[in-house]
């Protein structure tokens, strides 16, 4: 039986060890879990890849507003631009922006999303898996991996530190969101465990002390944005790791740093909207225009 595995350390000894890819050992170890086959496992991966491409089906092209009304159209006003001029970094680079903000959008009108590892930051693993297959022509069995692989990589942190917003800033959300996307982009164009470690790594480096301040208290501003910016953020992880590039900080204690952060980080930066964007001149205004609007109502 494989033993529970709560470090990216104890992972890579195992992969190696086992000559196993991390897709390989986590499937096992959650048909172990779940007292399961591996298929099982695999059936249950795939059925939650399908719920993100509906998702993004739905979300490419409803322009539904959300309650607040403040997002909610911003997918195909993207979608739209792009089918005049196309983006500087080409057609890939528009399916990861247009799926994310698409499964954000699905996630404000209470559409169902699959939460990975949040509601908040649900849009930013499957643009990535379903974008880049979809451009690279990379087959289902190939996303299923990948999914599991990002599914290691939440799991394994949530060993060190909460994965809400309200307890660890977005950094545990989006930033673990893109942290996910990184290592499941390294593992669908072959990448080692090694490589993979180190795309974590060098994604949540860079999203240290992202706070979560959401204005209005409501997962939209700035959540639904930032679901395609931290994207292209595990892009860039992806791109230095399979290079060869390392983090000089290993995973473990980038992680480590990312739980301490969260809990220096103020209680008003914590969801609470207390503080940072959501006690901005404009927010206090959105927030005061929808208490009047709903007064009575909630
Ligand atoms: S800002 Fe807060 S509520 Fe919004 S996605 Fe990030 S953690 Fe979630």
Same mark, same amino acid.
């Given at each position: 039986?494989?033993?529970?595995?709560?470090?990216?350390?104890?992972?890579?000894?195992?992969?190696?060890?086992?000559?196993?890819?991390?897709? /390989? *050992?986590?499937?096992?170890?959650?048909?172990?879990?779940?007292?399961?086959?591996?298929?099982?496992?695999?059936?249950?991966?795939?059925?939650?890849?399908?719920?993100?491409?509906?998702?993004?089906?739905?979300?490419?092209?409803?322009? +539904?507003?959300?309650?607040?009304?403040?997002?909610?159209?911003?997918?195909?006003?993207?979608?739209?631009?792009?089918?005049?001029?196309?983006?500087?970094?080409? +057609?890939?680079?528009?399916?990861?922006?247009?799926?994310?903000?698409?499964?954000? /959008?699905?996630?404000?009108?209470?559409?169902?999303?699959?939460?990975?590892?949040?509601?908040?930051?649900?849009?930013?693993?499957?643009?990535?898996?379903?974008?880049?297959? /979809?451009?690279?022509?990379?087959? +289902?069995?190939?996303?299923?991996?990948?999914?599991?692989?990002?599914?290691?990589?939440?799991?394994?942190?949530?060993?060190?530190?909460?994965?809400?917003?309200?307890?660890?800033?977005?950094?545990?959300?989006?930033?673990?969101?893109?942290?996910?996307?990184?290592? #499941?982009?390294?593992?669908?164009?072959?990448?080692?465990?090694?490589?993979?470690?180190?795309?974590?790594?060098?994604?949540?480096?860079?999203?240290?002390?992202?706070?979560?301040?959401?204005?209005?208290?409501?997962?939209?501003?700035?959540?639904?944005?930032?679901?395609?910016?931290? #994207?292209?953020?595990?892009?860039?992880?992806?791109?230095?790791?399979?290079?060869?590039? +390392?983090?000089?900080?290993?995973?473990?204690?980038? *992680?480590?740093?990312?739980?301490?952060?969260?809990?220096?980080?103020?209680?008003?930066?914590?969801?609470?909207?207390?503080?940072?964007?959501?006690?901005?001149?404009?927010? *206090?205004?959105?927030?005061?225009?929808?208490?009047?609007?709903?007064?009575?109502?909630?």
């Amino acid at each position: 039986m494989i033993k529970d595995i709560r470090t990216f350390s104890d992972l890579l000894e195992i992969c190696t060890n086992e000559n196993k890819t991390i897709c /390989e *050992v986590f499937e096992l170890q959650e048909a172990n879990f779940q007292e399961i086959s591996v298929e099982q496992v695999r059936l249950r991966v795939k059925k939650a890849l399908d719920a993100m491409k509906n998702a993004i089906e739905i979300g490419l092209t409803s322009k +539904e507003k959300s309650i607040s009304g403040q997002c909610g159209d911003d997918c195909v006003r993207l979608k739209e631009r792009y089918s005049k001029k196309h983006a500087i970094f080409g +057609e890939c680079f528009e399916k990861i922006t247009t799926y994310a903000l698409a499964t954000s /959008e699905e996630n404000l009108r209470m559409g169902k999303i699959v939460a990975c590892p949040t509601a908040g930051s649900c849009g930013i693993v499957p643009s990535v898996i379903i974008g880049i297959s /979809e451009e690279y022509k990379f087959d +289902e069995n190939t996303q299923i991996d990948a999914l599991i692989t990002a599914g290691a990589v939440a799991t394994i942190v949530s060993y060190k530190m909460s994965l809400a917003g309200a307890v660890g800033g977005c950094q545990a959300e989006c930033g673990v969101a893109s942290a996910m996307a990184a290592a #499941a982009v390294t593992q669908m164009f072959g990448g080692s465990v090694k490589q993979i470690l180190n795309a974590v790594a060098l994604c949540l480096k860079n999203i240290l002390g992202l706070t979560c301040d959401p204005v209005a208290g409501l997962v939209e501003i700035p959540c639904v944005k930032r679901n395609p910016f931290l #994207a292209i953020n595990s892009i860039t992880a992806f791109e230095f790791a399979i290079s060869d590039i +390392e983090s000089k900080i290993p995973t473990d204690e980038v *992680v480590d740093a990312m739980a301490q952060i969260g809990e220096l980080m103020s209680p008003t930066l914590k969801e609470s909207s207390q503080a940072g964007l959501a006690k901005t001149k404009t927010a *206090v205004e959105i927030d005061k225009k929808l208490k009047d609007k709903y007064k009575g109502k909630i």
